[in-house]
């Protein structure tokens, strides 16, 4: 069955980095597109970070650019999402989307907190 496992989360001070992934499984990750969401608490989900299935082409959240970058390796059927300069108000869940044709699967999302 289809899978995005998310990992790499966990607490940084301000300023520190963290690296997430998103492991898929389940279907022709080579040709899907590739998404980062986030959810802070008691906010929307928001969109993060987006990826083509060749990398030829990202883009970001006003909020994020400069800091995050969104990478993939269709060998390892993996996405990545390098996350520097973190801010408090990068605390959020974050999870990875998957589109494949017009089927999207998510993730169950990794915790990222940034606090002193």
């Known amino acids: 069955q289809v899978q995005l496992v998310e990992s790499g989360g966990g607490l940084v001070q301000p300023g520190g980095s963290l690296r997430l992934s998103c492991a898929a499984s389940g279907f022709t990750f080579s040709n899907a597109l590739m998404r980062w969401y986030r959810q802070a608490p008691g906010k929307e989900r928001e969109f993060v970070a987006f990826i083509t299935s060749t990398s030829d082409r990202t883009n970001y959240a006003e909020s994020v650019k400069g800091r995050f970058t969104i990478s993939r390796d269709n060998a390892k059927n993996t996405v990545y999402l390098q996350m520097n300069t973190l801010k408090p108000d990068d605390t959020a869940v974050y999870y990875c989307?998957?589109?494949?044709?017009?089927?999207?699967?998510w993730g169950q999302g990794t915790q990222v907190t940034v606090s002193s």
């Open positions: 989307k998957g589109q494949y044709f017009y089927t999207e699967y």
